[in-house]
């Protein structure tokens, strides 16, 4: 606790169990006749200060070690997301048809799954009667696990180069096709 007051303490704990920067102001300063905006204005102040931002960063870093928390291990399941395909969970019959076949899957396939729901049921009756069984496979988004292995890459940063078109450049306009040598014959009207 060094460096921090005893409310202070208690706030960041609490941010660090809910990561709410208002919730933990709340939590740990009386705020009944506070309005929401003045409440996020004081928790905003709060942890921008030095201290407290340096106490926030120790108890991250000491909870990171206890449970083994790396940017490697982060950044490796964010990988197993992003580039997780769901081929890999079925494959095709000689006549073409699709089924769900989890015999091979390792332990970094399941961690992309993020629901697996097996059904069975009857359908039909009496001699038409079948049994049926319906699999459904979901993975983790994969869109949000890319961007955020852009953004730790610094993909989409504002201030990146724009690209550079090699070569002719095609534009269509009205289904006819208008080659352009170079920058300067370029008409983007």
């Known amino acids: 606790m060094a460096g921090v007051t005893v409310k202070q303490e208690a706030a960041i704990r609490k941010y660090l169990e809910c990561?709410?920067?208002?919730?933990?102001?709340?939590?740990?300063?009386?705020?009944?006749?506070?309005?929401?905006?003045?409440?996020?204005?004081?928790?905003?102040?709060?942890?921008?200060?030095?201290?407290?931002?340096?106490?926030?960063?120790?108890?991250?870093?000491?909870?990171?070690?206890?449970?083994?928390?790396?940017?490697?291990?982060?950044?490796?399941?964010?990988?197993?997301?992003?580039f997780s395909n769901l081929?890999?969970?079925?494959?095709?019959?000689?006549?073409?048809?699709?089924?769900?076949?989890?015999?091979?899957?390792?332990?970094?396939?399941?961690?992309?799954?993020?629901?697996?729901?097996?059904?069975?049921?009857?359908?039909?009756?009496?001699?038409?009667?079948?049994?049926?069984?319906k699999v459904r496979i979901k993975l983790h988004d994969k869109k949000g696990a890319l961007v955020e292995l852009g953004r730790y890459l610094g993909l989409f940063e504002k201030d990146k180069a724009p690209l550079e078109i090699k070569g002719p450049l095609v534009i269509i306009r009205n289904g006819k096709g208008k080659e352009v040598e170079n920058e300067e014959d370029r008409d983007d009207s």
């Open 19 to 82: 990561g709410n920067k208002s919730e933990a102001y709340r939590f740990a300063y009386n705020t009944e006749r506070m309005k929401d905006k003045t409440i996020h204005e004081k928790a905003c102040i709060l942890f921008a200060e030095d201290k407290v931002r340096a106490r926030l960063e120790e108890l991250q870093a000491k909870a990171a070690k206890r449970n083994d928390i790396t940017v490697d291990r982060v950044l490796g399941e964010l990988a197993l997301l992003g």
């Open 87 to 133: 081929e890999d969970y079925f494959k095709i019959t000689s006549d073409g048809e699709p089924y769900v076949d989890l015999s091979e899957l390792t332990r970094e396939q399941a961690a992309a799954l993020s629901d697996l729901t097996v059904d069975d049921y009857v359908e039909g009756r009496g001699e038409d009667a079948r049994q049926v069984r």
